[in-house]
C-alpha cells in the first residue's frame, strides 16, 4: 500500500493534531485545529470550542452536523461549558434530559441528545471544548481522555502565546538597549521553539511520573542567566515559561561547568548539597519552596530539572 494514501490510525491522527496545537503561533489557529480533528478522532457528531469572557462564555467555533450556539453568549452559570469551566472537570452527560447542568431550553432546538464537556487549562480554566452526540450516549473512557488530551494541548498553546506575546511586549520597551534586546530576543526565540516541540510536555510528564518528582522544567542557561522555556507544575509552584531565577542559587549553574547529571533524595542529609543555596533562600522564596529531592540533567544549555519539596 502506498504510505500516502494508508489511512490513518487514531493515535496518529491525535499525535498529529497535538503537534499542530502545540506549534499555534495564535489562538485563532489553536480553534481552527481544535474543531476539525475532533470529530474524526472520537466519532462524534458535533463539536464547540468555548472561551471564557469573565461571567461568560462565547462559544466561539463549531463543526456539526446541526447548527448549535456558535457566536453565542451565555451566563458561566446558566450553561454546561460553564459548569466544566467552574468546577475544573469534565462533564460527561449520557442523556441531556436526565441531567440539570443541561440548561434544557438551548438544547431543545438542537439535535444534542449526549455530550462530554472538557475544561481548558484545569487549574484555572480558561476554555471548553464540547463533544456532542444525537442520541443517548454514554462516551467510552478513551474518548473523554482524548477529549481531554486535546484540551490539555490547548491549554498548553494558550500558555506559550502568552508567554511569547509577553516578552516580546518586553523587547519593545527595552529596544532602546540593543544588549538587552538581543538577549531578550534569544530567549524569546528558545522559548517559542521549545513550545512548537510537541514531544515536550510529554517528555516532561514521563519525567515526572518516572521519578515520583511535583515539578518538571526545561530552562535555558547561559552565563548570567536561567529562563524556564517550558514548565509542568502539578504541585503548583507557580513558575511559568519565561519565568527566571538567580542563576547563582539554581544547581543548573553547576552542572555547566562539570556536564553530569545531579542526583539526590534528601537535600539536608545529601554531604555535597546540604550547604548549596536553594532557590528558596532568595527573593523566590513564595515561588520555589526549598526541594528535598532532585534529579537534573543538562545538554547544549537547556537543562530538564525536576524538583520535589519532600525527601525520597
Known sequence: MDLRTRPSTPLATLTKALATVSRAQSRDEVVA?????????????GVSIVLREGDMCHYVEEDAIGPLWKG???????????????????AVIPDVSMDERVPRDLYATTFVRAMAMAPVNVEDPIA????????????ATWEVETLEALA??????????????TLSAREDLRGLDPNNEAASSEFTADIARVAAIAAVPTILDVALR??????????????????ACQVLDPVRFGLKPGDELPLESTLCNEIRGHRQTIVFDDAAADPLYCDHPPPG????????????????????GRSVRSIQTQPR
Not at 35 to 43: F, N, S
Not at 128 to 139: L, V
Not at 153 to 165: D, S, Y
Not at 281 to 297: G, H, I, K, L, Y
Open 152 to 165: 490539555e494541548a490547548a491549554a498548553t498553546a494558550f500558555k506559550n502565546i502568552e508567554v511569547i506575546a
Open 281 to 300: 533562600s532568595t527573593a523566590c522564596e513564595a515561588t520555589f519552596p526549598n526541594p528535598s529531592s532532585c534529579r537534573m540533567v543538562l545538554s547544549g
Open 210 to 227: 518516572m521519578t515520583g518528582m511535583g515539578f518538571a522544567a526545561v530552562a535555558r542557561v547561559t552565563d548570567t542567566k536561567w529562563v
Open 128 to 139: 471548553a471544548i464540547g463533544a456532542y452526540w444525537s442520541q443517548p450516549y454514554t462516551p
Open 33 to 45: 485545529t481544535i474543531r476539525r480533528t475532533v470529530r474524526a478522532l472520537i466519532g462524534c457528531e
Open 72 to 90: 453565542h453568549r451565555f451566563p458561566v452559570s446558566a450553561c454546561v461549558s460553564g459548569w466544566a469551566m467552574i468546577s475544573g472537570e469534565t
